[in-house]
């Protein structure tokens, strides 16, 4: 039973994490250089294709509390000091 509720906590912090960051994203207007520019996406590099690898690796083969620590961190950014 105790597996289960680190899988929904785990959940519940990643769709917050989510949530954040699309607030984030709304909330800074892009640099008009990037507007004007308009270049299209570049493909991925590989150190970030391992990481989703690795990511999706975790997700289908580790145990939930391991699943949920590294999820679960989260990164503060503060302005100034």
Same mark, same amino acid.
């Given at each position: 039973?105790?597996?289960? +509720? /680190?899988?929904?906590?785990?959940?519940?912090?990643?769709?917050?994490? *989510?949530?954040?960051?699309?607030?984030?994203?709304?909330? *800074?207007?892009?640099? /008009? +250089?990037?507007?004007?520019? +308009?270049?299209?996406? %570049?493909? %991925? =590099?590989? %150190?970030? =294709?391992?990481?989703?690898?690795?990511?999706? =690796?975790?997700?289908?083969?580790?145990?939930?509390? =391991?699943? #949920?620590?590294? #999820?679960?961190?989260?990164?503060?950014?503060?302005?100034?000091?």
């Amino acid at each position: 039973m105790g597996s289960i +509720a /680190a899988i929904v906590a785990g959940y519940t912090a990643l769709s917050e994490r *989510q949530k954040v960051m699309a607030k984030e994203a709304e909330a *800074q207007p892009p640099p /008009a +250089a990037s507007v004007a520019a +308009a270049e299209p996406e %570049k493909p %991925k =590099k590989f %150190k970030i =294709k391992r990481m989703q690898e690795y990511e999706n =690796k975790i997700r289908m083969h580790s145990q939930p509390d =391991k699943v #949920f620590r590294y #999820f679960a961190t989260v990164a503060a950014y503060y302005e100034g000091n």
